[in-house]
């Protein structure tokens, strides 16, 4: 179900980094000391979307990875996209091998 401005406000406050992007999206960037240290954080987001079955945009650049968000089926964000921003919130600082 797609949350409406208010219900999307509120659930982006405690998501530290994450930002609204127009009316479908939440978009973060994160950036690692390394290359490969971003690539196998887009590693543990993709394990962590195929749990939830939930599937972000992935932009690699060299050392910044960004990630983008929404819910095609509902015309919108929805709880799953925040659910997903928190669990790759977690990815992002697992330790290698995680």
Excluded: C, N, Q
């Excluded at 994160?30 to 749990?51: N, T």
């Excluded at 690699?60 to 925040?82: C, M, N, P, Q, V």
């Amino acid at each position: 179900m797609k949350l409406t401005p208010e219900e999307i406000e509120s659930r982006l406050a405690p998501l530290a980094g994450w930002r609204r992007e127009d009316e479908k999206w939440i978009v973060k960037k994160y950036r690692f000391s390394s290359y490969l240290d971003g690539i196998a954080f887009v590693a543990r987001v993709a394990a962590e979307a195929e749990r939830l079955d939930h599937h972000p945009f992935i932009a690699i650049e060299y050392k910044l990875i960004t990630l983008r968000l929404t819910s095609w089926h509902a015309g919108g964000l929805t709880a799953l996209d925040f659910e997903a921003a928190e669990a790759f919130d977690r990815a992002a600082w697992a330790p290698p091998g995680a």
